[in-house]
């Protein structure tokens, strides 16, 4: 059981910093050595619970001057994964150049932690409280595409690219942790930063065994960003599924497929009617479910009855005893299919992710950031492509986001009555960060940078994301966090609230099982051979910033690139605007 954020750690004689760092008001000559004396402390172990507001103010100021310093690297930092391209668990140039980066910037790098060759974390200050900031670094596969142009063409045909945007978030954290890094040194603040990213996250495959691992038994709070195409917070349930990804593995034996089929048995058999028993079952599970299946391994060639053979589901629900009945289910129909094949079977969990719960003051106080730093300033080239690219998908022509959305309230689980019963409500989609959020109080702030109405998962969402758009998107999300952030670190109040929502509203009735057991191992081969057969493919085109000021520079691509057609298409809309 976790308990409330430990006091701040007393200051020795040796630490006590010079009046230099004094920046408060002036004070009057009777009583400045003893103010100076007071602001030069660790606040909070010396003023107790209170900073005044003014002093809060001034750090605010100072951290949102630090985070513009710092957008030149947070471009750099993100056009360099966007050109990176790299699956999860194979995300290889990205931990050794963030790694290296954070390393370089002053940060104590632990590499490979809970067992996974691409994750990290990066620590830098000392004492309490300490506040997480982690972020996705995964791509999409087949999703390779030139920013910047409004139409499929890929940097690599059929390579991975980053249609989801996760090239983003560790640029939005490292360029606040520094921004917030310099404020904490000048003015003397206790407490630490400790960056990690998301790996693999589009697998739902690591994030529980982060907290496995107790990666988080020590922090105190956890943000966590993503991409989206507007700035967001919410709190309580967060519409999410939880989920749990999991690949069948039949095994038959093989024989000549037509000298002697009769001596086969198949594994692909056995893969096709569990498939068909799922889909007929559907029909008669609860409508709050989802699930989905690819064969991984349908066999090598058709002369050879396929003696082994796979197929990777992922078995989604709203809560974990839904999800542990639906895996279940899965199991059962497999038994079935391995019976009617005369084959065996073995199943290896690859994922998992909880239903997600965040937390109620700490997503306010985000909220009253995001509201004072707004949304950034679109040029009429981001709306342009923003709207050629919605005009090329079919989607709502609305340009980007120009007013901000409200803060998202729960999910209220629960309350769909159909029929007299009572479900929970609908939802899609799932993030392994939820895992996290059962285990500290966490918030997951979504930034602009992406455009709206794209389907995800997407070559389409992957257009804006080296591009002006991105790189203003990811310095305001990186305000309203450093924003939020000096919130944290002097005012223990709200860690405390947090404290309180999570053990006493969030985790009343739920606690946090685990849906990967103490045996489950990351599934760190995972996307090994589609790395191992785009990254050379790649390499020629990663940016480099020594030579280009931007990765859109390097690829000698104009911003924003339209066909004759979408641009006719935008010249329409403007003479006879959209009904
Ligand atoms: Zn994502």
Not at 159 to 184: F, R, V, Y
Not at 455 to 468: F, K, L, Q
Request: aromatic share 10%; glycine share 8%; net charge neutral.
């Amino acid at each position: 059981m976790r308990k409330d954020p430990l006091p701040l750690k007393e200051m020795g004689e040796e630490e006590k910093p010079e009046c230099l760092s004094c920046t408060g008001p002036k004070p009057k000559p009777m009583k400045k050595l003893l103010l100076c004396f007071l602001f030069s402390l660790p606040f909070f172990s010396i003023i107790g619970q209170t900073i005044p507001p003014e002093r809060i103010e001034k750090f605010k100021a100072d951290v949102l001057i630090e985070v513009e310093k710092n957008a030149t690297l947070g471009q750099q930092i993100n056009d360099m994964l966007f050109s990176f391209s790299e699956l999860g668990f194979q995300e290889k140039e990205t931990f050794t150049y963030l790694t290296t980066l954070l390393e370089k910037n002053g940060f104590t790098l632990q590499r490979e932690v809970a067992g996974i060759p691409t994750a990290w974390t990066a620590i830098w200050g000392s004492g309490k409280p300490v506040i997480a900031l982690g972020s996705d670094v995964d791509c999409i596969p087949k999703a390779s595409q030139k920013p910047g142009v409004a139409y499929h063409d890929p940097i690599v045909e059929g390579a991975p690219g980053h249609g989801e945007g996760h090239n983003s978030g560790q640029a939005l954290n490292i360029i606040t942790a520094l921004a917030m890094k310099k404020i904490m040194e000048r003015d003397k603040i206790v407490g630490t930063l400790m960056l990690w990213p998301g790996i693999a996250e589009e697998l739902l495959a690591t994030k529980a065994y982060y907290v496995r691992a107790g990666i988080f038994k020590d922090v105190d709070a956890c943000i966590f960003t993503h991409v989206a195409s507007n700035f967001g917070v919410n709190y309580g349930d967060g519409g999410y599924q939880g989920m749990i990804s999991v690949k069948f593995n039949f095994e038959g034996a093989a024989a000549h497929a037509a000298a002697a089929p009769w001596r086969g048995r198949s594994a692909l058999d056995a893969v096709e009617l569990m498939n068909v028993g799922w889909n007929f079952r559907r029909e008669h599970l609860e409508l709050t479910q989802s699930s989905h299946y690819v064969i991984s391994d349908g066999g090598d060639q058709p002369n050879v009855v396929p003696s082994k053979a796979s197929v990777w589901y992922y078995f989604r629900e709203r809560t974990y005893p839904a999800i542990k009945t639906l895996f279940d289910k899965g199991i059962k129909t497999a038994e079935g299919a391995a019976l009617m094949t005369d084959t065996k079977f073995t199943y290896e969990i690859l994922g998992a992710a909880w239903p997600a719960h965040f937390n109620k003051p700490m997503a306010e106080v985000t909220f009253a950031n995001i509201k004072k730093v707004g949304l950034p300033k679109w040029s009429e080239e981001d709306q342009l492509l923003a709207k050629a690219t919605q005009i090329e998908m079919k989607a709502k022509v609305q340009g980007l986001a120009i007013k901000l959305d409200t803060m998202g309230m729960p999910n209220p689980p629960g309350v769909v009555n159909i029929m007299g019963r009572s479900l929970v409500s609908l939802a899609g989609g799932s993030d392994d960060i939820a895992d996290i959020s059962w285990s500290v109080p966490t918030i997951v702030l979504t930034y602009p940078s992406n455009i709206p109405g794209l389907p995800g998962h997407h070559w389409s969402d992957a257009i804006s994301m080296a591009t002006p758009i991105a790189h203003k998107g990811i310095v305001a999300g990186a305000k309203v966090e450093a924003l939020t952030l000096v919130d944290l670190f002097t005012r223990p109040d709200i860690l405390k609230q947090s404290w309180e929502y999570y053990k006493t509203v969030q985790t009343k009735d739920q606690q946090y099982i685990p849906l990967v057991g103490e045996k489950d191992n990351p599934a760190i081969t995972l996307n090994k051979k589609i790395m191992e057969e785009n990254a050379p493919k790649l390499k020629p085109f990663y940016y480099n910033p020594a030579r280009y000021k931007t990765y859109l520079e390097q690829l000698g691509i104009t911003y924003p690139t339209l066909r004759a057609d979408q641009k006719e298409a935008i010249q329409k809309l403007t003479t006879s605007p959209q009904k």
